[in-house]
């Protein structure tokens, strides 16, 4: 069964430092999503890319965050620098279309983030 | 904005039994998605049901079904004959029919199974 791959699965990083995500979605997925979690709570949208291009990045904080999804297939989610608050669960998912016609997300395991 | 709001935190089942998880939802549109995800612990987010908000019947999969009350902007799930593989976080989200439009997830509901 086709699933949605996420690395690294835990990072423990100090303050500061860079860290980076990898996404990749099922295989003709168009949409690609990449959500922050923090604990308790409920995801949150940091990017949406249709194919390579951003269609809402809105709650993503440009100013240390960044992502990027080249060739229209699998995508990078990087902090520089990281914060303390950004200890949070990223959560990467695809669909197969972007419109909510077909609805569907498919999420990842998702990568773990702990800011010492 | 749209906004979802669960207000159970957490709730507890016995196993065999009957469950309702409660959403709420702002909206200013009148055609819409709404889902249910299932988290369960250290395990990515899988979908449970979904429900379109131009149809009237209410959505089933197996033991899970919701009560769609869209004038009351409501949409509960409930989980018959629960199992112990049931016990999960449960989120509640919603989608607009605009393309690109992103989904918004509640604040989630803890659901624990007793044996």
């Known amino acids: 069964e086709a699933e949605v791959a996420q690395s690294p699965r835990y990072k423990i990083t100090e303050k500061s430092q860079a860290v980076a995500f990898w996404c990749d979605p099922i295989?003709?997925?168009?949409?690609l999503y990449w959500y922050r979690q923090i604990l308790g709570q409920g995801p949150e949208l940091l990017v949406q890319?249709?194919?390579?291009?951003?269609?809402?990045d809105s709650q993503l904080p440009k100013d240390r965050f960044s992502a990027e999804r080249l060739k229209g297939v699998d995508s990078t989610l990087k902090i520089q620098p990281a914060e303390l608050g950004d200890s949070a669960m990223y959560l990467c998912?695809?669909?197969?279309?972007?419109?909510?016609?077909?609805?569907?997300?498919?999420f990842g395991e998702g990568s773990r983030l702990t800011v010492l | 904005a749209q906004t979802v709001t669960q207000s159970q935190p957490e709730m507890s089942v016995q196993e065999a039994e009957t469950v309702t998880l409660s959403c709420t939802y702002d909206?200013?549109?009148?055609?819409?998605?709404l889902f249910w995800y299932k988290q369960p612990p250290s395990r990515q987010m899988i979908l449970v049901i979904r429900?379109?908000?131009?149809?009237?019947q209410n959505a089933t999969e197996n033991r899970f079904s919701v009560n769609f009350q869209k004038a009351a902007k409501s949409f509960s799930l409930k989980i018959s004959d629960s199992q112990l593989g049931d016990a999960a976080m449960y989120f509640c989200?919603?989608?607009?029919?605009?393309?690109?439009?992103?989904?918004?997830f509640g604040a989630g509901t803890i659901l624990r199974v007793k044996s």
């Open positions: 998912a695809s669909s197969l279309d972007g419109t909510p016609l077909i609805g569907e997300l498919f």
């Open positions: 295989s003709g997925h168009a949409t």
């Open positions: 890319f249709q194919d390579e291009s951003v269609v809402d």
């Open positions: 909206t200013s549109e009148s055609d819409y998605y």
């Open positions: 429900q379109e908000a131009y149809k009237q």
């Open positions: 989200a919603y989608r607009t029919v605009e393309y690109g439009n992103k989904l918004v």
